[in-house]
């Protein structure tokens, strides 16, 4: 991989409120329709207060999001801390995090550009370790 930063983490299926996809496109995310239901979303900025559950279709769980201050799908589901982290922002600087536990500390993400950063234990927040890493070594680079 080229450039100076990690590849923008993409999420597909999932379903959106009109708050959350308005705030993703505010934000800089580019947003694109899957199908009636379902977006694309490649997470560059994720924006504030975004909730990533699971929700259900018919027989099919999809990853939902909303806002925090919405009301919840009508059949929500809690997801694993780390799927939820992955639609927390850096506090540092609001990018994406990307996976970096490089074996060693559950949690431990980078953004965009390389900021360290620990999911809390329920994956709704991060907080800052004042690290700076290169992206590019998530990916064995
Ligand atoms: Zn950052």
């Not at 991989?1 to 505010?26: D, K, S």
């Not at 925090?68 to 799908?73: G, I, R, V």
């Not at 929500?76 to 490089?102: I, M, N, T």
Request: net charge positive; with cysteine.
């Amino acid at each position: 991989m080229r450039g100076q930063v990690a590849a923008v983490p993409r999420l597909e299926g999932v379903r959106l409120t009109v708050p959350a996809r308005e705030a993703l496109i505010e934000a800089g995310n580019a947003v694109t329709r899957a199908s009636d239901l379902q977006w694309h979303l490649d997470l560059t900025a994720p924006p504030k207060g975004l909730v990533s559950v699971l929700t259900r279709i018919g027989a099919d769980f999809i990853r939902g999001l909303r806002l925090a201050t919405e009301p919840a799908y009508p059949t929500e589901y809690d997801q694993s801390w780390w799927e939820r982290g992955e639609v927390v922002p850096c506090p540092r600087c609001g990018r994406s995090l990307v996976w970096y536990e490089a074996g060693y500390v559950p949690g431990y993400r980078i953004c965009l550009v390389g900021h360290g950063a620990q999911l809390s234990a329920d994956g709704t927040s991060a907080k800052s370790t004042w690290r700076t890493h290169n992206p590019r070594r998530e990916y064995g680079q």
